[in-house]
């Protein structure tokens, strides 16, 4: 069992920053890739970015890549998603997942990641 906790969401302008970690407990860390995904409201959710368990790969969705910079710390256990030239349509409630056989075809798909944290707001004001 993992325990996800996000935190560093909040309110920023366009254009403005943010970062946002990912603290898990429980079983080791680095057996698990990890993702970020997000969900606007009245929307379905989307994959924002992932790595690998050792972080040496990345993937990132389209709509984010070049602004986005997904990280982890391994002797840390924590994940980190570096959010940069942020605009209105990243407003959405940010999860961060953990899966034990996700990869490089599954990186981007919610459904395979076995657990969750419980969100965190990301509001981006025009």
């Known amino acids: 069992q993992v325990q996800l906790v996000e935190s560093g969401g909040g309110l920023v302008q366009a254009g403005g920053s943010l970062r946002l970690s990912c603290a898990a407990s429980?079983?080791?860390?680095?057996?698990?890739?990890m993702g970020w995904f997000r969900q606007a409201p009245g929307k379905e959710r989307e994959f924002v970015a992932a790595?690998?368990?050792?972080?040496?790969?990345?993937y990132y969705a389209d709509s984010v890549k070049g602004r986005f910079t997904i990280s982890r710390d391994n002797a840390k256990n924590t994940l980190y998603l570096q959010m940069s030239s942020l605009k209105a349509e990243d407003t959405a409630v940010y999860y961060c997942?953990?899966?034990?056989?996700?990869?490089?075809?599954?990186?981007?798909?919610?459904?395979?990641?076995?657990?969750w944290g419980q969100g965190t707001q990301v509001t981006v004001s025009s």
């Open positions: 997942a953990a899966g034990l056989s996700i990869t490089t075809r599954t990186m981007s798909t919610g459904d395979r990641f076995d657990y």
């Open positions: 429980g079983r080791t860390f680095s057996s698990y890739a």
């Open positions: 790595t690998s368990r050792s972080g040496s790969s990345t």
